[in-house]
């Protein structure tokens, strides 16, 4: 079975700092997603990586894959209000896409 | 236009009954998947379903039983409602079984399952 542990579960920051999501497992992934999740919605694609150490832009959000393909990081700069939601990596392995824990971030004005 | 569609939003039931969630998706694709998210938010895959075809089961009492007439629709039935059943569900769609690594999966909003 395939596991993705993210860290933190929960992080409070207020509006303008920076924030950085990690996930982690002793799986390799052929490639690996990050989700975004609003109370009372279904996650919502933010970005797909695929390649070991790659780096993907979305606006305030940096997305880096682990050069071995095991690990990945969310950083956002400058966060605001409307960045608050819950943040799930999603590694893929074969026909399955393994969901992490997730983290729950608030961005407080 | 929803992408992918549940109902009902909010279910509400008895234990021991048997209810049934709907999924529709208009995007045209071939994948479906029906994932069940606890009161920890942990997302875990129940089933997957390409051109009508089961394809993922997970490790699921079998008092869940999802049926696929069409590419577009992928319903859920559960009999014998127990009180551990209740969590938010969600259904998504995808194009492939994941050949073509950038599309991710599209999600309905989340039926919510309340056993009482």
């Known amino acids: 079975t395939q596991l993705l542990e993210q860290s933190p579960q929960f992080l409070s920051i207020q509006e303008g700092e920076n924030l950085t999501v990690y996930c982690n497992s002793s799986?390799?992934?052929?490639?690996l997603q990050w989700y975004r999740q609003e109370p009372g919605e279904g996650p919502v694609l933010l970005v797909t990586?695929?390649?070991?150490?790659e780096v993907k832009k979305l606006k305030r959000l940096t997305f880096q894959f682990g050069d071995a393909r095991k690990d990945s990081s969310l950083h956002i700069t400058a966060a605001q209000p409307g960045d608050t939601g819950l943040y799930l990596c999603?590694?893929?392995?074969?026909?399955?896409?393994?969901f992490g824990g997730g983290t729950r971030v608030l961005v407080k004005p | 236009d929803t992408a992918v569609s549940q109902t009902p939003k909010y279910l509400v039931t008895q234990m021991g009954n048997d209810k049934s969630i709907k999924c529709e998706q208009n995007?045209?694709?071939?994948?479906m998947y029906w994932y069940k998210q606890d009161s920890k938010k942990f997302l875990k895959i129940m089933f997957s379903?390409?051109?009508?075809?089961l394809i993922i089961n997970e490790t699921v009492p079998n008092r869940f039983s999802p049926k696929s007439p069409d590419k577009a629709h992928l319903n859920l039935h559960i009999n014998s409602l127990e009180l551990g059943d209740s969590a938010v569900y969600f259904c998504?769609?995808?194009?492939?079984?994941?050949?073509?690594w950038g599309l991710g999966y599209t999600f309905g909003s989340g039926t919510r399952l309340t056993v009482v």
């Open positions: 998504a769609s995808s194009q492939g079984l994941g050949a073509r």
């Open positions: 995007l045209g694709h071939d994948t």
């Open positions: 379903y390409n051109n009508k075809e």
């Open positions: 799986s390799v992934f052929s490639s």
């Open positions: 990586v695929v390649t070991g150490g």
């Open positions: 999603a590694g893929r392995g074969g026909n399955k896409l393994t």
